[in-house]
């Protein structure tokens, strides 16, 4: 670019060189499909180590994935890509139910698999807005000694909402972390929301009015309201003292106050103003014996309040779960109802009901406790002393505020605690008190009663809920209760079939941007036939994508005639070229004497990568420095006949020698003696080329859509000459100079007149391979005696 002058003096202009840097693809990310009990299925996942397959699939698997993966890393290995497949899995799955028995959150084990099946779920409903939020907690079950039950995998989820607009939406929350569900909100039809005071007023008319007056003044009237999700808006209330003769006009009067606000801010929602009476116990717009409550509601969703920055009102009404008050939505009742055994408040439709009919008793006709279940002694009635009779639950001393429910409960919860014989916790849980027994199985608790002087007499005061939810079918048995239905069971699947590896394939060539080396892990009970047809759309696969298949031995190759007929077999549709086969098998060892055998693919994919790290992808992974680690011997020990008979077969020898077992040898498939392919009759080669190939693809990307003239040509040349003399200087390639050893074309001898009409600019590049010495010839000559002339 012209550089713009305007004054005498050095003017500084950089230009690019135009040199492209090609680097080496690497040469050894293995890619293993097969089957495991657990990990995300179809989709591959990328590992480092033995931990971290581990992690995602466990440390034992369905056939030999597991070992495959372990005997990659024990050989060398770095990196690799896992694809879980199985014919027909499934996932565990149940719906939870709110409450009032509707649907509320479908939760499904994010893997397929039997192991589905134990997971576990527990909700409760002890957070900072308890009538909003719910918390929930999901594990696998496992047993312990003695028939103990036990806990693994265990992930806490806090603050949950059903709110689909909410930050803490539950979908949001679990969906994108927990490794062990996926879940899935019903959404709510109708949404409507109400906060409600907690301050409780005096019955009349007048008193309430009195109270209100005293609390809500010039210096303390202001507050902030947010309605359905919208942002908190600032809100003056007008004085009590002028805001109506009575309460009713003075709800009236903040009504038009904080609707007022919301419409200034721009939002449509609006929200209705009440102080309650007390009216028939039955009716869900009641205050509460002995009181009244000023409450907002509104039909377009939540409503919350929060303190003002000054002349702050919400302490003194406690208005808003910050300062002790009560909000609550038809999410809320959403939610998925909570475990054990937890006393009911209502809902936000019915003003939370329940728990204005309980703040309404006299506190002397709660003295006694009794809680039956299924314990072969009855537990005694226990003893309570929370206030003398004449004062309802609401009030504690000069103190008449909902709050003092809360005190009630918690000591009840005590008192449960300490006088059940350790077989049930109970707690508070925000507004309601919740027992949990410590006894049994998941579905332990249905069968127990809580009776609190008739204030809590049974069902229609209670949750009565199962220990934990049951996700799927263990045994082929769904978890019991109201609030759990439509168990579905997890399957590990059958052995996976061509149509299943066929779609890993597809999926793997979209996802995984580089692998070199396929091993496709035995599955339990996958016969020889079954593994046969494996191996032939697996090289194609593996053609594509210019990698490499490890094709292991049959089974049933017990001896050399076996091997030696079999392998001419094993080549029938196969793509030899990017394809090689080792046998016998291998030993490992597995607590026995004689130990298990094991294909060699896993083993000899880290060797690969062992070698191709040290030496390079042009040594051939055969040799005595070529050992398998791991191992403890062979399936079948071959002596130097054996392997005579089967080397020119290409099929690669695994021996035993001083240094262990080893690799011996280091031919393609379709390098049996009389194939008449000389180029690609060793794996070093052909993975060099498949390396070059890759390496030169992707870095010449640079090239496409630039004009197609000798400029361009020159840095083609310059940047596929770099590399390949890259390789030369590290002794990829034979020959003592440069010119010996490769070439670069590119110009207008390689692209003529009408590639460049076509788009069209061809690269020559060729090479002179390192061909491993498989053969040793040692010529020993003994000097005869020289007579003297």
């Known amino acids: 670019m012209a550089v713009a002058v305007s004054y005498p003096g050095v003017y500084v202009r950089e230009e690019a060189s135009g040199a492209r840097a090609i680097g080496g693809v690497a040469t050894s990310v293995a890619l293993f499909v097969g089957q495991a009990e657990q990990g995300p299925m179809d989709q591959p996942t990328r590992i480092f180590s033995v931990a971290d397959f581990e992690r995602a699939f466990g440390a034992t698997t369905k056939g030999e994935l597991a070992t495959q993966v372990r005997q990659f890393y024990v050989n060398g290995g770095g990196e690799a890509w896992i694809m879980r497949i199985a014919d027909g899995a499934d996932q565990a799955a149940v719906t939870l ?49 003695g028939g103990r039950l036990g806990r693994e995998d265990e992930e806490a989820f806090t603050g949950l909402s059903m709110d689909p607009n909410a930050g803490n939406f539950v979908e949001r929350v679990i969906n994108g972390v927990s490794a062990l569900v996926t879940v899935k909100a019903d959404p709510v039809a109708t949404v409507g929301g109400v906060s409600l005071a907690a301050r409780v007023l005096r019955a009349s008319d007048g008193d309430a009015l009195a109270d209100l007056q005293a609390m809500v003044t010039p210096n303390a009237n202001a507050l902030r309201l947010q309605v359905a999700g919208h942002a908190a808006v600032p809100v003056a209330l007008t004085p009590a003292s002028d805001a109506g003769g009575d309460v009713d006009a003075m709800a009236l009067t903040w009504q038009g106050n904080m609707n007022q606000a919301l419409s200034n801010a721009g939002i449509g929602a609006s929200v209705v103003v009440a102080v309650t009476a007390v009216g ?339 040594k051939a992974p055969a040799g005595l420095e070529a050992t398998i680690r791991g191992v403890t011997g062979l399936e079948r020990r071959l002596t130097d006949d054996d392997n005579g008979v089967i080397n020119p077969k290409a099929l690669n020898a695994l021996r035993v020698f001083s240094a262990g077992v080893v690799s011996w040898g280091a031919r393609t498939l379709v390098g049996f003696d009389g194939s008449g392919n000389i180029d690609d009759k060793y794996v070093p080669v052909r993975r060099t080329m498949l390396f070059i190939e890759e390496s030169l693809y992707r870095g010449l990307q640079f090239a496409v859509f630039e004009p197609n003239d000798e400029p361009l040509w020159a840095q083609i040349r310059l940047a596929a000459g770099s590399f390949m003399n890259g390789l030369f200087r590290q002794g990829a390639f034979a020959g003592s100079k440069a010119s010996d050893a490769y070439f670069v074309a590119c110009d207008a001898s390689t692209t003529t007149a009408s590639d460049i009409n076509l788009g069209i600019v061809n690269v020559v590049v060729g090479f002179a391979p390192l061909k491993p010495a498989e053969f040793v010839i040692l010529t020993v000559k003994q000097l005869a005696g020289q007579a003297e002339v």
């Open 97 to 145: 139910r709110a409450i009032d028995e509707s649907d509320a959150l479908v939760v499904t084990a994010r893997d397929a698999g039997l192991l589905g099946n134990r997971l576990r779920v527990e909700i409760d409903y002890a957070t900072a807005s308890p009538e909003e939020t719910f918390n929930l907690t999901v594990y696998r079950r496992s047993f312990l000694a």
């Open 280 to 618: 028939d116990a039955d009716q869900p717009d009641g205050g509460v014996a002995g009181g009244r409550l000023l409450r907002i509601t509104s039909a377009a969703g939540p409503v919350r309040i929060a303190p003002a920055a000054a002349n702050d009102v919400t302490a003194a009404l406690q208005l808003g779960v910050a300062a002790g008050g009560l909000e609550g939505s038809t999410f809320g009742d959403a939610r998925p109802a909570p475990n054990g055994i937890v006393s009911r408040v209502g809902t936000s439709v019915d003003r939370f009901s329940a728990l204005r009919m309980l703040a309404g008793v006299d506190r002397g006709a709660v003295d006694q406790i009794t809680l039956v279940d299924d314990s072969p002694d009855t537990h005694a009635p226990i003893a309570l002393d929370i206030g003398a009779a004449g004062t309802r639950i609401f009030q504690q001393g000069t103190s008449r505020s909902l709050a003092n429910v809360r005190g009630v409960l918690e000591v009840l919860g005590v008192n449960l605690s300490q006088n059940t014989s350790r077989r049930w916790a109970a707690a508070r849980q925000g507004w309601r008190l919740g027992l949990r027994p410590l006894y049994g199985g998941d579905d332990t608790g249905l069968a127990a009663m809580l009776t609190v002087n008739g204030v809590i007499t049974g069902t229609s005061d209670l949750v009565t809920n199962v220990l934990a939810y049951t996700v799927g079918l263990p045994g082929g048995t769904a978890g019991a209760g109201s609030f759990q239905f439509d168990a579905e069971a997890g399957d590990d699947g059958d052995i996976p079939q061509p149509d299943d590896y066929a779609r890993a394939y597809a999926i793997a060539d979209r996802e995984v941007p580089l692998f070199n080396l396929l091993v496709l892990p035995r599955s339990r009970d996958q016969d020889e036939d079954q593994r046969q047809g494996l191996w032939g759309p697996a090289s194609a696969f593996c053609a594509h994508k210019r990698a490499f298949l490890l094709v292991d031995p049959r089974a049933d190759w017990r001896d050399l005639a076996s091997a030696d007929d079999g392998v001419d077999l094993l080549r029938i549709g196969v793509e030899t070229r990017n394809s090689a086969a080792y046998w016998p098998r291998l030993r490992i060892h597995d607590g026995t004497r004689e130990g298990r055998v094991i294909d060699p693919a896993g083993s000899i994919a880290g060797l690969m990568a062992r070698t191709d790290a040290t030496r390079g992808v042009w």
